[in-house]
């Protein structure tokens, strides 16, 4: 049983379109971080949300932590192929070990 | 370059075996993890060293086992090797944030191991 779930698993857009990807729990994680992947290569971090109903924005990219810090989205705008990739979620639960949901493989055609 | 150095980069072995992964962390860091990448299963945690103690425990197998020496390199040994343990394996290094719980994880370039 995955602890963070994210959806969708894949998603596949033309560049240009905006696109929304969840990362949901039942747990409540004292962090939360969103990073990327591309292929032969470990994730990087784009961001860390700590305060339920934060937003934060990177360029074209807006994240959010839900109010009860359970859940967060990210948002693309205007997408390029350049934000092809596997974007991953990962919760905190204390001050130890990260957990990563299984992560969205984006697409973005030109 | 994240600065984290994990050798080897690709290693193919047969199932029964053992291997050892290594993992140089970023100068500075003090913490290390290993995670296992595997197309079902998403990224796993498998352990957390913290200046040479084991600070948190995942998913790790009994024929997993892992060390942070004091030089602050870390080892990953992988032995009994079934079918099934073919995967990417990240080791990360970071180094606490002030006011995050985690701080940012920096990682290497993984260690790809099939078993044949």
């Known amino acids: 049983t995955q602890l963070l779930e994210q959806s969708p698993q894949f998603l596949s857009i033309q560049e240009g379109e905006n696109l929304t990807v969840y990362c949901n729990s039942s747990?409540?994680?004292?962090?939360l971080q969103w990073y990327r992947q591309e292929p032969g290569e470990g994730p990087v971090l784009l961001v860390t949300?700590?305060?339920?109903?934060e937003v934060k924005k990177l360029k074209r990219l807006t994240f959010q932590f839900g109010d009860a810090r359970k859940d967060s989205s990210l948002h693309i705008t205007a997408a390029q192929p350049g934000d092809t990739g596997l974007y991953l979620c990962a919760g905190a639960r204390g001050a130890q070990k990260l957990v990563f949901g299984q992560g969205t493989r984006l697409t973005i055609n030109p | 370059d994240s600065g984290v150095t994990q050798t080897p980069k690709h290693l193919i072995t047969a199932t029964g075996q053992r291997v050892t992964l290594r993992c140089s962390p970023r100068s500075g860091d003090l913490s290390v993890y290993w995670y296992q990448q595997s197309l079902d299963q998403g990224l796993q945690f498998l352990i957390q060293?913290?200046?040479?103690?084991?600070?948190a425990k995942g998913n790790i197998l009994e024929r997993f086992s892992a060390q942070q020496f004091p030089d602050l390199h870390s080892e990953l040994n992988l032995s009994s090797l079934e079918l099934g343990d073919s995967a990417l394996y990240f080791c990360?290094?970071?180094?606490?944030?002030?006011?995050?719980?985690?701080?940012?994880?920096?990682f290497g370039e993984g260690s790809r191991l099939t078993v044949l």
């Open positions: 747990s409540v994680f004292s962090s």
């Open positions: 060293y913290y200046n040479g103690e084991e600070r």
């Open positions: 990360a290094s970071s180094t606490p944030s002030p006011g995050l719980p985690v701080g940012e994880l920096f």
């Open positions: 949300v700590v305060t339920g109903g």
